[in-house]
T-cell receptor, first 114, second 113 residues
Framework: DQQVKQNSPSLSVQEGRISILNCDYT??????FLWYKKYPAEGPTFLIS?????DKNEDGRFTVFLNKSAKHLSLHIVPSQPGDSAVYFC?????????????FGKGTHLIIQP | KAGVTQTPRYLIKTRGQQVTLSCSPI?????VSWYQQTPGQGLQFLFE???????NKGNFPGRFSGRQFSNSRSEMNVSTLELGDSALYLC????????????FGQGTRLTVV
């Protein structure tokens, strides 16, 4: 049973436009969410996080939105740049931890078209 | 500040053998977590150590074990290797528990033949 779902395996966006990556979760105990970016043959790189007490967090070109009632979060990248092409993972954890540590989605491969 | 260092980067082992992977966290970080990444299952949590104690454990068989030393460095061990253990093993460190930002190493690519 997948508790964190990224339903789009891939997404293609034109350079300069907005990229929107989506993530849904089922476990209501999750209250801290993170986005990671991964290039081939490298470990994931932390991008941005959000606590459940917020509905938005912004860092430069990256903004994460959290809709707790819908159990949905999204990552917006504006404007998209060629270097943003990578696999993006959504991850979630519960306060105080739990048996699962960070629970990851299966990733969305973002491709920025020139 | 040095990042998370994992050694070795690549490893080839035979079925039935055992393997030990090493992880040096970011200086000052006390929490170390291990994850397995495979194409079919994505990133799956193995276990987390904090101050030399295992705090959390994922749904993996007992062949997977780990430990953390007083300097926060961690090792994970897989005994009686199976073909299905071929994966990228990632270590992540964080200052506190896993509900803070975790920073990943580049991983160890294990191939079991």
């Amino acid at each position: 049973d997948q508790q964190v779902k990224q339903n789009s395996p891939s997404l293609s966006v034109q350079e300069g436009r907005i990229s929107i990556l989506n993530c849904d979760y089922t476990n209501s105990m999750f209250d801290y969410f993170l986005w990671y970016k991964k290039y081939p043959a490298e470990g994931p790189t932390f991008l941005i996080s959000i606590s459940s007490i917020k509905d938005k967090n912004e860092d430069g070109r990256f903004t994460v939105f959290l809709n707790k009632s819908a159990k949905h979060l999204s990552l917006h990248i504006v404007p998209s740049q060629p270097g943003d092409s990578a696999v993006y993972f959504c991850a979630a954890s519960a306060e105080g931890g739990g048996a699962d540590g960070l629970t990851f989605g299966k990733g969305t491969h973002l491709i920025i078209q020139p | 500040k040095a990042g998370v260092t994992q050694t070795p980067r690549y490893l080839i082992k035979t079925r039935g053998q055992q393997v030990t992977l090493s992880c040096s966290p970011i200086s000052g970080h006390r929490s170390v977590s291990w994850y397995q990444q495979t194409p079919g299952q994505g990133l799956q949590f193995l276990f987390e150590y904090f101050s030399e104690t295992q705090r959390n454990k994922g749904n993996f068989p007992g062949r997977f074990s780990g430990r953390q030393f007083s300097n926060s460095r961690s090792e994970m061990n897989v005994s009686t290797l199976e073909l299905g253990d071929s994966a990228l093993y990632l270590c992540a460190s964080s200052w506190g528990h896993t509900n803070t930002e975790a920073f990943f190493g580049q991983g160890t690519r294990l191939t079991v033949v």
